[in-house]
């Protein structure tokens, strides 16, 4: 069902390189037209057309034309910047614009409560270069960043982080050279909100979370001039204690700058008792609050929990907006109004920036991109959306499966755009059939194409299609059917076909578990496909058996199964049943997981292993023997031990060369070369962000694949966490 011609986009041209294949953007998706996750958004107050979108996990990107198309500003910081380090500038955070020359671009990274960035960089040319103008040192998170012009000669920089409230004063503000000491730490402690005053850039409020010692909201009026830590004062007075409450978030409307706004949502441990979301509204900077509206447990608004914001429009201090999962518009002036639910942004919503320039327009930005809305003329109804993702290349991609010896279908598990399909387009379909959310494990049966596994985030339900990636999907595969979900509730649960036969299916878990009837099923009374597959555990199990499986594969020309554990032993059955199984390798190594497995091509006695754990183990081994007179040999020392290993493959062709998929982008080994000299980058063209899969897609049925018109010769593909899917040629 899946035979089309390789597209120009597989064509290949430069032997080597790396090129995107997409998602260009999400097309048949709910709704159409979405992306991966962008955090943060700034528009040029003078040129509102051109913006600028801080991709959590993608870096930052400029739109010349209102987001018609994207350019990536920050891929050659990853290689400057990141190369030593497990934090990556990729990993965007607060992004703004000098008001008076807005190709004066401030870029933080990381996040002030996840961290994982390398500081803040400044460009004077729109984002065509940088300069790091605070390191890890002084921050590893910045939630958010504003700029003031105290003159037309100087600017003021505040930043909100994970180490405190930073200001830096810049005589010139064209300048980049900034040392530590110019920073001032305005006030300690994980600042995950700020709000600068439009008009008087010494007023600023903070909310401060962390330990109840210095977690709180707070203003102060000499922010701009205060040599050291200026004069705090604390406005959290009429809201919810601080311990509380998880997230607390600040606005003001423009037209009313003594007017403050703070919405509140309570932790887990007083969820039962408060309410899930609260607006309260200050006449006076916080002196007194005046609760406006909560929502409780059950209503409309109880699922905006997550990541939650809240802004005023700038000339209607009764209009706000607030949201997290879901996003809602409410009119303060009629009292018994409910919140008007705004469709179709994408679900999980993280920002929302108001154009500088025109009041009545506005963006979102959350997990499914950059979205643009317009202000209806009345409040009750909903404003008009329209995506804004074409060529923002930003999915994030847990896993993808690459059809054998058909590179033109490629199916992925995504975070919260579920399961995505490349069909020879690098506008990706989004299948919809096993349900939204996260996706995880896809896999393409070797033989035949149109039978496709999926799973929904933390395995809330696995599913098979024996019709293609556009279904109909099978629903129930796992649940109800004795299988351990318990044990596999590990956000994504690997899961793999016999090559050659789609009625097997192995998983992982407390011990292998198998079903030999995958594609069996009913049709209920709805009309929805029901599994009948009938699983069993398979083993290994015993009291030598150390650990839980956490890898499965088969053996391509025997009928021997392969399993791998939490404490590194292999096992090995010739059927994959109780009481038949083996250890291939008896060692076991405390702190190292198995996390991935792959035969060499041609020689299946060869087994590349790749291991998780302490920087002792955070290596690829070579098993030779598997049949007998098994030795395993550590592949190379000079594989970077600060590297997370997040996927591996074989060539495809030569037993001598494997690939490991890392944090920082791909890594290749060639057995002909010393040791010291055994892993080498490979990333020319590449992003150096995490890469969670890479696929072959020829050599997993038979020992030395033919080339094929829709294969070129040891073709690989990676599955990136923030940067899509790519292609190379390795030969």
Known sequence: AWHVNVPGLLAVSDTGRWRSIGPRVLVKAQPDGSQGRVDHLAVDPHEPSTLYAGAVRGGLWKSLDGGDSWSN??????????????????????????????????????????????????SIDGGSSWHQIADHHLCQGVSKIHVARASDDSAIVYAATDMGLLRLHIADPRSVVVSPRDWTVLRSGQVEEMHVDADDPGIVYVAVM???????????????????????????????????????????????????YASTTPTSAHAATSPRL??????DRGDTWQLRRSFGDGQPTSRSLYNPFLRVHPQNPNLVWFGGVNLFKLDLSRHRASPVQLWPPHDDHHEMTFDPTDPGRYYITGDGGVWRLQVASDPAHSDPCVHRNADLRVLEFYDFDVAEGDPSLIVGGTQDNGTVVFTGSDDWNATYQPRGGDGAYSVINCSNHDVVLSQYQFLRDMLISVDGPDGPWIHDFVTGKGHPNDDLYVRKAYATFRPANPDVVA?????????????????????????????????????????????????????????????????????????????????AFDEAAVIGMVFAPTNHDVLYVMYAGGDAYRRVQRLQGLSGGLTGTWMGDNLPANRQLCAIAGDGYDDHVVYVGTDKGVFEADLSRPSYDLWRPFNDGLPLVRVNDLVVPTGRIQSAPPSTDRVPERALFAATRGRGAWFVQTL
């Open 210 to 260: 962390g330990t109840s010692s210095v977690s709180g909201l707070y203003r102060c009026h000499d922010a701009d001039t205060a040599p050291g830590s200026p004069t705090w004062i604390d406005i959290g007075g009429g809201l919810p204690a601080m311990v509380a409450i998880s997230s607390i978030r600040l606005d003001v409307c423009a037209a009313e700058p003594a007017s403050l």
């Open 507 to 587: 998983t992982a878990g407390d011990e292998v578990w198998a079903t030999t009837n995958a594609r069996d099923f009913t049709v209920d009374g709805a009309g929805h496909r029901r599994s009948t597959a009938v699983w069993s555990g398979r083993g290994p199990s015993g009291a030598t058996v150390t650990g839980s499986v956490t890898r499965v594969v088969f053996q391509p020309d025997t009928s021997d199964w392969y399993a791998g554990t939490s404490t590194g032993q292999i096992w090995r059955s010739p059927h994959g049943i109780q009481g038949t199984w083996s250890l291939a390798d008896s060692r």
């Open 278 to 283: 609260s607006i309260y509204q200050s006449p």
């Open 73 to 122: 500003l920050t891929d050659g910081l990853a290689k400057q910047y990141a190369v030593e380090r497990r934090e990556s500038p990729l990993r965007a955070g607060g992004v703004a614009l000098d008001p008076l020359e807005s190709e004066i671009v401030y870029y933080g990274t990381g996040s002030s409560r996840y961290r994982g960035g390398v500081g803040i960089f400044k």
